[in-house]
């Protein structure tokens, strides 16, 4: 069952060809054998998920059933669950069980998914390698001296390594897509507002957005038509009518399917920075969208070499704030001595957080500062609009953008740890997206000396559905996605 589809796995539920519990023990058997090495969950609780397996079994035998019915799901650790601990990958966090569910973990509940475990992250999801976890590094499954990406890189690692069918992520400036480049399955990030971040551990709270990883675009479809949705306890969530994410993906026998399609390719994301190795993989998938019927035109992003600096002002601003309620006053981490009141607060922010975490704090609240909230925090967000003009002047020419996830495959655990800025700039293509609030996703397009490399789509606001048929009739002609890890099978 680990090599199927979210579909095929429903079919064979409903059929009784297998119980969830059943599902659910193969899956929690892979994590005891496969996870010592990879560190991709922080939380298993084996009998709470096969609690949830068997009520599943009980509605799929009353005829009760979703799409996702009975299917274990793993969980990035930034999304609160009732009575799981929930650590967002900090020793701040270390010993803080959930009251409550966030809306995406309710929504999978109300659909009868199984809660498969908590995946590892960078620590309050500030990182592009899950290096950064106090739990320690997640290694990748196609080699395991090398990062899976993140901050997501657990929920990546998991999934590429059959240890869960599928799992959630949040993107603030690519987390998804990046880890999924890196680890050889399909990530989307959806537009800012489509899925509730109630319960979701904010980090730069115009930026997150939460969206799932799997190994199709196909697959990506059914686990955003349970996230999406609008939510009344998130003032960012937007009111929209629902819709089916999965509509445009019926089969086609058409040669050219994607005849009358414009790709844009961006002058800015074909130049120096990305790896040829990786770049010639992209060109060959451009190839092969002509051949299903697209047509390609030149477009341009001129502000977006600059989308990194503005990122790295705007989210640390926001994450100063954030993070401020992480005190040792309400929950969480205390240090454990302390003189008075505001030596505790000191003492408990300087053990509970990381150096990365800390970092950004640091440059948070120098740049919303007396004196330099103009000089850095507006002419960021000035910065910002410009961005979102570019892709919208972008899109009067063409459906779709499409360039590399990421500038290189995978690199080794701990190449980048030392030099933040080479880290910021694993991001290089994917920040401009959630700057803007737009949609996109990353799939598998090759290997390059084994690793593999991730193609990104990019789509106008609320062309979830376009994007993802866009992915899929790729995937249809190439079997990229289908590779497994050495090993893994």
């Known amino acids: ?19 969830s519990v059943e599902l659910t023990a193969l899956y929690l058997d892979r994590i005891a054998r496969h996870d010592p090495q990879l560190n991709a969950f922080i939380t298993v609780d084996p009998e709470r998920s096969l609690a949830q397996a068997r009520a599943a079994d009980e509605r799929l035998a009353r005829g009760d059933t979703q799409p996702l019915t009975g299917i274990p799901i793993a969980h990035k650790d930034i999304f609160c669950a009732r009575d799981w601990l929930t650590t967002c990958g900090s020793k701040m966090l270390g010993n803080f069980v959930s009251p409550y569910d966030a809306t995406v973990i309710s929504r999978f509940q109300q659909a009868g998914a199984v809660l498969l475990g908590k995946t590892n992250m960078d620590e309050f999801a500030m990182g592009s390698s899950t290096e950064t976890s106090f739990h320690g590094p997640t290694a990748n499954p196609w080699a395991l001296d090398r990062v899976p990406g993140g901050s997501s890189g657990g929920s990546a690692a998991a999934v590429a390594a059959r240890l869960a069918p599928a799992a959630t992520g949040t993107d603030t400036g690519g987390s998804i897509r990046q880890p999924a480049a890196l680890c050889n399955l399909s990530g989307m990030k959806p537009t800012y507002g489509v899925v509730s971040r109630y319960g979701m551990i904010a980090f730069a709270s115009s930026l997150d957005q939460a969206g799932p990883l799997a190994r199709s675009a196909a697959d990506c ?7 999406a949705g609008f939510d009344e306890r998130d003032s960012t969530s937007l009111d929209r009518p629902r819709e089916d994410f999965a509509r445009e993906l019926t089969a086609t026998t058409a040669d050219r399917p994607l005849a009358g399609l414009r790709i844009g390719l961006p002058e800015q994301f074909f130049g120096e920075g990305c790896s040829p190795e990786v770049m010639h ?13 697209a047509e390609t035109v030149p477009v341009s992003l001129p502000s977006m070499s600059l989308s990194v600096a503005a990122y790295y002002v705007i989210a640390p601003a926001e994450a100063s704030s954030n993070l401020a309620r992480f005190d040792g006053v309400r929950y969480g981490y205390r240090a454990p001595a302390y003189d008075d009141l505001t030596d505790m607060y000191c003492k408990t922010r300087a053990q509970g957080f990381g150096a990365e975490v800390k970092r950004r704090i640091l440059i948070g609240t120098y740049v919303l500062s007396h004196g330099y909230y103009d000089a850095y925090y507006l002419q960021a967000q000035r910065i910002r609009r410009l961005i979102a003009d570019d892709f919208a002047e972008a899109f009067r020419q063409c459906d779709v953008v499409l360039g590399p996830t990421s500038p290189s495959t995978a690199f080794r655990l701990g190449e980048k740890a030392a030099d933040p800025v080479q880290m910021y700039l694993s991001d290089i293509y994917t920040i401009a997206v959630n700057l803007a609030g737009l949609p996109a996703i990353s799939i598998p397009c090759g290997f390059a000396g084994g690793l593999p490399a991730g193609l990104q789509l990019i789509g106008n606001y609320f062309t979830e559905a376009r994007l993802l048929n866009v992915a899929h009739r790729y995937q249809q002609v190439t079997d990229w996605h289908r590779q497994c890890p050495p090993g893994h099978a």
């Open 221 to 227: 479809a059914l686990l955003l038509n349970c996230m």
């Open 1 to 19: 069952m680990i090599e199927h589809s979210l579909a095929d796995i429903a079919q064979a539920l409903a059929n009784r060809r297998i119980s």
């Open 281 to 293: 993989l992209v060109e060959a998938a451009i190839a092969e969208y002509r051949q299903l019927g």
